[in-house]
């Protein structure tokens, strides 16, 4: 888990990395999907497309994010660039849990929830195999980094 006292790993400026998503989803859109989203595979993490409802909009919301998958379930982090605020769409998967998820062979009907205290630690793990300066990034946030887990649900 995440230790203040770890020196943190550099990141870009905010505007950089909000830039770099805002292009990423606009190369999503303009080749239809074809460029933005790969499959998660044992030695790196993959990219999906998350569709939630806001909670306060009530209209859809999208975000790319990137997943581990655990058995039937996709794993990723609520981490919003590693910037202190909760991300809107894990706020938006807490008032409402169903949401679709994009995948390069489709999209699947998932519900959202926070990985239990039991659950976390392996979770964790398996996304710091994925990334070394996890518990650094994770340092430089006030609160602790939801780990969500997206488990499929019957249409």
Same mark, same amino acid.
């Given at each position: 888990m /995440? =230790?203040? /006292?770890q020196s943190q790993p550099a990141l870009p400026p905010r505007w950089f990395i909000r830039l770099f998503w805002a292009l990423h989803r606009a190369a999503y859109a303009i080749t239809g999907g074809r460029l933005g989203l790969r499959r998660a595979m044992?030695?790196?993490?993959?990219?999906?497309?998350?569709?939630? &409802?806001?909670?306060r909009s009530g209209e859809e919301r999208i975000a790319i994010l990137g997943y581990c998958e655990d058995g039937p379930d996709l794993v990723t982090m609520a981490m919003n660039g590693? !910037?202190? $605020?909760?991300? @809107?769409?894990? *706020? +938006? *998967?807490? @008032?409402?849990p169903d949401a679709v998820? =994009? *995948?390069?062979?489709?999209s699947r009907a998932v519900r959202g929830r926070a990985a239990s205290a039991e659950e976390r630690p392996r979770l964790w793990a398996m996304w710091a %195999?994925? +990334?070394?300066?996890l518990d650094g990034f %994770? @340092? #430089? #946030? /006030? #609160?602790?980094? !939801?780990?969500? &887990? *997206?488990? $499929? #649900? $019957?249409?």
């Open positions: /995440s =230790d203040p /006292s044992p030695d790196r993490w993959g990219m999906m497309r998350l569709r939630t &409802i806001g909670r590693w !910037a202190d $605020p909760e991300p @809107a769409w894990w *706020l +938006n *998967l807490q @008032a409402q998820v =994009d *995948l390069p062979g489709g %195999a994925h +990334n070394k300066d %994770a @340092a #430089r #946030r /006030s #609160r602790e980094t !939801a780990v969500v &887990i *997206l488990e $499929p #649900r $019957p249409e």
